[in-house]
């Protein structure tokens, strides 16, 4: 394995189905783990077997219908969860995951369990013995990892690599973390865990400050190796870490990240976007990065103008490579004379210097009246003087 490679984790059926309002059927995650597959993630999180009968036949209906990527199924530390989750991901074989989660922070420790440290770790240490006996690969979460003393995540890192988990995830599970600091607990446990050579260090954030992306780089930079979280960012409360976001940074600016590589199909991010907006209910809102309809439209008549002379002025990487067919130079009240004219010419209308003299003011005029002028819009206006519709 590339020591610089890094694991997608997607869990857009899991936790971004945890967003309220995002329920989906059967059919509906299905589809999307096909898409997922196609897009290339490496490990898809098809559900909670244990919370639900629909999310049990949904976990072992993916593990079969998938070949490629490996599959999760989430688990808390006890015998029943573990059990469901062992049993809806047989189907997927050597390629099944069982993802145990703990709180171990004391907030949580206090008021969610009613535990101590020793007891956490007891209850960490027996439920990743018991999963390694049932599924290819186990990973532990520790979750509001972040809020959890270093040292005593050490411990609990260290103790559940001693008792097989593969992969160590370290959640920001409120988004309360800052990237510096985020990084800094990574490199504590690349520093500190005496067995870390044998597991592989995974972050999960949530976006409540709106740091998930940011801290889930910065974590990448001081050593962890598998990044969680969803297509468009959807998820608990303010949502996931957007996958999307993360799959491009490290693609346009891998030697910032020690020449990170992801094996993502990056072609594929725009149409799984859509079918996980249109399965999930949640529109994707249009200045999205990478993703939503305004990331490669330009609308100021300077940018438009630079672009139309050298696209690199005022894009940092091409529409096609996340599934876009090309630039879009809206034209607004924003627009320039360069735009317009070209415009003009791609609808087979090529105005002499005279003609654009007069017809440049019209079309300022009317941009303050709507938000787009559209193709049609833009030839009546040409032709006849004022707009169709005022309000459009
Ligand atoms: O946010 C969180 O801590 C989680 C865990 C289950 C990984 O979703
Ligand atoms: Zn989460």
């Not at 808390?76 to 922070?105: F, M, N, Q, W, Y």
């Not at 990892?145 to 920001?172: H, M, Y």
């Not at 303050?368 to 206006?381: A, G, N, S």
């Amino acid at each position: 394995m590339n020591q610089n490679h890094i694991d997608i984790f997607d869990t857009t059926l899991r936790d971004g189905e945890q967003c309220p309002g995002a329920s989906m059927t059967m059919e509906q995650k299905v589809r999307i783990a096909h898409q997922l597959e196609h897009l290339g993630v490496n490990i898809i999180e098809a559900g909670f077997p244990v919370i639900s009968p629909g999310d049990f036949n949904s976990v072992e209906t993916i593990a079969r219908e998938t070949s490629a990527s490996r599959i999760a199924g989430l688990a808390r530390c006890v015998t029943k969860d573990i059990d469901a989750a062992a049993r809806a991901l047989a189907p997927a074989g050597e390629r099944a995951r069982i993802h145990l989660v703990l709180a171990t922070s004391p907030i949580h420790r206090q008021y969610k369990l009613n535990k101590n440290r020793n007891e956490v770790l007891a209850m960490a240490r027996s439920a990743v013995s018991m999963a390694s006996d049932l599924a290819g690969e186990v990973q532990f979460s520790a979750e509001d990892a972040s809020r959890t003393e270093p040292d005593f995540l050490a411990e609990v890192t260290e103790t559940v690599i001693d008792a097989g988990a593969r992969i160590v995830n370290i959640p920001d599970t409120v988004g309360y973390a800052m990237p510096d600091e985020y990084g800094h607990l990574i490199s504590h446990l690349v520093r500190n865990v005496s067995n870390i050579d044998r597991a592989v260090l995974s972050v999960h954030c949530h976006d409540d400050l709106g740091m998930a992306v940011a801290n889930s780089l910065a974590a990448i930079r001081a050593g962890a190796r598998q990044v969680e979280g969803t297509i468009n960012g959807i998820g608990e409360r303010a949502g996931n870490t957007a996958l999307e976001e993360v799959i491009m940074a490290l693609r346009m600016r891998s030697a910032f990240f020690n020449n990170a590589v992801t094996s993502i199909n990056t072609p594929e991010l725009l149409h799984t976007s859509k079918i996980i907006a249109r399965e999930s209910g949640m529109p994707v809102p249009r200045s999205k990065a990478i993703v939503g309809a305004n990331a490669f439209a330009h609308g100021s008549g300077i940018h438009q103008d630079g672009m139309l002379k050298n696209k690199t002025t005022y894009e940092v990487m091409r529409p096609e490579d996340v599934g876009w067919s090309e630039t879009e130079y809206p034209l607004t009240k924003h627009s320039g004379r360069h735009a317009v004219r070209i415009k003009l010419e791609r609808l087979g209308i090529s105005p002499t210097d005279h003609e654009m003299n007069a017809f440049f003011p019209i079309f300022k005029k009317a941009g303050d009246q709507c938000k787009f002028i559209d193709d049609q819009e833009l030839i009546h206006l040409f032709h006849h003087g004022v707009i169709i519709s005022p309000v459009s």
